[in-house]
């Protein structure tokens, strides 16, 4: 069974700039989740997507945003670029809501100069 | 909001002693916990969990340890292997979400 798929891998953006990514859960899996992580924060929740709802959504501003297709696949957009949205980005799916461990993808390094 | 805590960012044993990795959290509401292994320019990878109607769960090498009353989790690998060198990071799970702690690199010397 595959992972989970992040594309890109690497990313360099210029500030005010957008960008989006993706990515495609472990067949079945319904629920998909982004966290962003940088150097001494550990993992931050950015929002979790349910069958196509979102279900929840982390501490972060408008700018950061997503979405959930029929398939499960996701994409998570941020608009206006900032130098401190430099970061690795992790998509994680699970089967179910609930007491099943997230499996993650390999992430995307956003690089914003 | 520090919601999990790993107070050691760094963590160094020899091989084949046990490394015992720590976790504090300030939700009571939190039911089901896990901790997570990550290599360099991987994902985080799954390893063991326990819900909190266990306070411990093993398996293999890696056993989970819950001590609700004083909302404290530790992950303890024994013996401790080179491949064991990582980041390890705990997270707990709400009803809404789950939230990581800041990870603790462990380092195995041979």
């Known amino acids: 069974k595959a992972g989970v798929t992040q594309t890109p891998r690497y990313l360099i953006k210029t500030r005010g700039q957008q960008v989006t990514l993706s990515c495609s859960p472990i067949s079945g899996h319904r629920s998909v989740s982004w966290y962003q992580q940088t150097p001494g924060q550990g993992l931050q929740f950015l929002f979790e997507?349910?069958?196509?709802?979102?279900?929840n959504k982390g501490n972060f501003p408008g700018r950061f945003s997503g979405r959930q297709f029929s398939n499960s696949r996701s994409e998570m957009n941020v608009s206006t670029l900032e130098l401190g949205d430099s970061a690795l980005y992790l998509c994680?799916?699970?089967?179910?809501?609930?007491?099943?461990?997230?499996?993650f993808g390999n992430g995307t390094r956003l690089t914003v100069t | 909001d520090q919601q999990v805590k790993q107070n050691s960012p760094s963590l160094s044993v020899q091989e084949g002693r046990i490394s015992i990795l720590n976790c504090d959290y300030t939700?009571?509401?939190?039911?089901?916990f896990l901790w997570y292994k990550k290599y360099p320019a991987e994902g985080p990878t799954f390893l063991i969990s326990i819900s909190s109607i266990k306070d411990k769960n093993e398996d293999g090498r890696f056993t989970v340890f819950l001590n609700k009353s004083a909302k404290h989790l530790s992950l303890h690998i024994v013996p401790s292997q080179p491949g064991d060198s990582a980041v390890y990071f705990c997270?707990?799970?709400?009803?809404?979400?789950?939230?990581f702690g800041a990870g603790t690199r462990l380092t195995v010397k041979p």
């Open positions: 997507y349910f069958s196509e709802t979102q279900r």
């Open positions: 939700n009571s509401m939190f039911d089901y």
């Open positions: 994680a799916s699970s089967f179910v809501q609930g007491n099943s461990p997230l499996h």
């Open positions: 997270a707990a799970r709400g009803a809404l979400d789950m939230r």
